[in-house]
């Protein structure tokens, strides 16, 4: 079964760190796009970050630029999103996202809660 599972999600208080990790199983994940979003109460799913097969590049949504770190590691087939300087307004569960060859489904997996209390 092809699945994406994060964890490292919990409850800190703003100006705090957290990093999350996202682990991939049932195949390679080296040569998707793997992908960051997140969803508040009430809100649409919202864009964080992201970084290609090659990793060279990064993305970022402009609310996490500077304070949010994308990185992988496909010999674990793993990508981390190390988030510091949180905020309140980060509170949402994060997502995972993988983004594989022309054809292939998009895989989410389930989230992880972040809460940052003021």
């Known amino acids: 079964q092809v699945r994406l599972v994060e964890s490292g999600g919990g409850l800190v208080q703003a100006g705090g760190s957290l990093r999350l990790s996202c682990v991939g199983s049932g195949r390679s994940f080296s040569g998707d796009l793997m992908g960051w979003y997140r969803q508040a109460p009430g809100k649409e799913r919202e864009f964080v970050a992201s970084m290609p097969a090659s990793g060279i590049n990064t993305y970022y949504g402009d609310s996490v630029k500077g304070r949010f770190t994308v990185s992988r590691d496909n010999g674990k087939n793993t990508v981390y999103l190390q988030m510091n300087s949180l905020k309140p307004e980060d509170t949402a569960v994060y997502f995972c996202?993988?983004?594989?060859?022309?054809?292939?489904?998009?895989?989410w997996g389930q989230g992880t809660q972040v809460t940052v209390s003021p």
């Open positions: 996202k993988a983004d594989g060859p022309a054809g292939s489904p998009t895989i």
